[in-house]
T-cell receptor, first 111, second 113 residues
Framework: GQQVMQIPQYQHVQEGEDFTTYCNSS?????IQWYKQRPGGHPVFLIQLVKSGEVKKQKRLTFQFGEAKKNSSLHITATQTTDVGTYFCAGTTDSWGKLQFGAGTQVVVTP | DTAVSQTPKYLVTQMGNDKSIKCEQNLGHDTMYWYKQDSKKFLKIMFSYNNKELIINETVPNRFSPKSPDKAHLNLHINSLELGDSAVYFCASSQTISGNTIYFGEGSWLTVV
């Protein structure tokens, strides 16, 4: 079964609004990574979080790693049409030995 | 300067045919992967090689056979193609297997008719 759960699967956002996508695991993660895939493109690495409670920002994107290192979130403020795409979280543990991808959140932005 | 390059980008073929997708990375990474992405965007790992050795082989039909002649190349051969094989296949690489950043190729769009 899927070890990294991601919600929502789809997100329709009005341009200028904020939204958040969430990633959850039943297992404590060593790190979590976020990727973005533009329509017709390939997944591209955005960021990696390693420490408990870590928060990182990239312009309008805020990434957070939970205190228990079992969940993460990506919050986008003032959504723009360039934010369209699918956002994947991916986590790993020492025992998994590989990166497990979530199902992705497909984001559609309405002008 | 494409880091992970795969060919062909588009492939339309008939059921029952055999096809190959080639992949090369110039990042000096030890680990390479094949992922399959279906129409719902699920990214499913198929295979992983570390220094030419197969280390991950998910539940993939044995019609799919990866080959890694050296650590910079990982090719995927598919026999007896079926309609359900239609998907985007991504080659990828990472420094090592242990949770490092994954660099994806641009994808190969396979359509089986």
């Amino acid at each position: 079964g899927q070890q990294v759960m991601q919600i929502p699967q789809y997100q329709h956002v009005q341009e200028g609004e904020d939204f958040t996508t969430y990633c959850n695991s039943s297992t404590t993660l060593s790190n979590i990574q976020w990727y973005k895939q533009r329509p017709g493109g390939h997944p591209v690495f955005l960021i990696q979080l390693v420490k408990s409670g870590e928060v990182k920002k990239q312009k309008r994107l805020t990434f957070q790693f939970g205190e228990a290192k079992k969940n993460s979130s990506l919050h986008i403020t003032a959504t723009q049409t360039t934010d369209v795409g699918t956002y994947f979280c991916a986590g790993t543990t020492d025992s998994w030995g590989k990166l497990q991808f979530g199902a992705g959140t497909q984001v559609v932005v309405t002008p | 300067d494409t880091a992970v390059s795969q060919t062909p980008k588009y492939l339309v073929t008939q059921m029952g045919n055999d096809k190959s997708i080639k992949c090369e990375q110039n990042l000096g990474h030890d680990t390479m992967y094949w992922y399959k992405q279906d129409s719902k965007k699920f990214l499913k790992i198929m295979f992983s090689y570390n220094n030419k050795e197969l280390i991950i082989n998910e539940t993939v039909p044995n019609r799919f056979s990866p080959k890694s002649p050296d650590k910079a190349h990982l090719n995927l051969h598919i026999n007896s193609l079926e309609l359900g094989d239609s998907a985007v296949y991504f080659c990828a690489s990472s420094q090592t297997i242990s949770g490092n950043t994954i660099y994806f190729g641009e994808g190969s769009w396979l359509t089986v008719v």
